[in-house]
Structure formats: structure tokens, C-alpha cells
């Protein structure tokens, strides 16, 4: 099997990696910038505030992050799904 080959079955489906792997960024975002905002705390004595908003900063740009990958992904397939409607109607 070629390369030119593995790229095109790659292309026609998406694997639960692929959205594991989209998972794993929001969680990664989140916890990255919550421990972000506990260092913000502790070193400008701030109480909770810092955590919070690396909660916050953190779930909006994984959420932003995921959607952008799931949205191209699905255009990705649409586009693929309307060339197959076309090949077959010819």
C-alpha cells in the first residue's frame, strides 16, 4: 500500500483517535490554565479569583479549540460525501 493510498482511507473516516485526541486538548486547555490561575493566586495572594477565571479562559478555548477541529472535520466529510453523490449520478 502506498502513501498516496493510506492518505485517502485516512481521509474517509474518522477514528474514535481522532476524537479522543480533541478530548484530551479541552482537557489539557483546562487544567493547563487552572493550574495557570492557582500560580496567579498564590503569588498575588488573589483567593479563588485566578482559579476561576483559569477555568473559565481554559473551558472557553478548549470548547473554541474542539469546535473548530470538529466543524472542519464535518465540512471535510460533506465535501467528500457530495463528491461521491456526484461521481455516482454520473
Request: aromatic share 10%; hydrophobic share 35%; charged share 25%.
Amino acid at each position: 500500500m502506498t502513501q498516496d493510498n493510506r492518505t485517502t482511507e485516512r481521509e474517509k473516516s474518522l477514528g474514535g483517535n481522532d476524537f479522543a485526541g480533541a478530548g484530551i486538548q479541552f482537557a489539557v486547555a483546562i487544567v493547563v490554565f487552572i493550574l495557570l490561575g492557582s500560580w496567579v493566586d498564590k503569588h498575588y495572594g488573589t483567593g479563588p479569583i485566578g482559579i476561576l477565571a483559569g477555568l473559565a479562559i481554559g473551558g472557553g478555548g478548549g470548547f473554541y479549540s474542539m469546535y473548530r477541529k470538529i466543524s472542519a472535520w464535518q465540512k471535510t466529510d460533506d465535501e467528500r460525501r457530495r463528491k461521491q453523490r456526484e461521481t455516482s449520478n454520473e
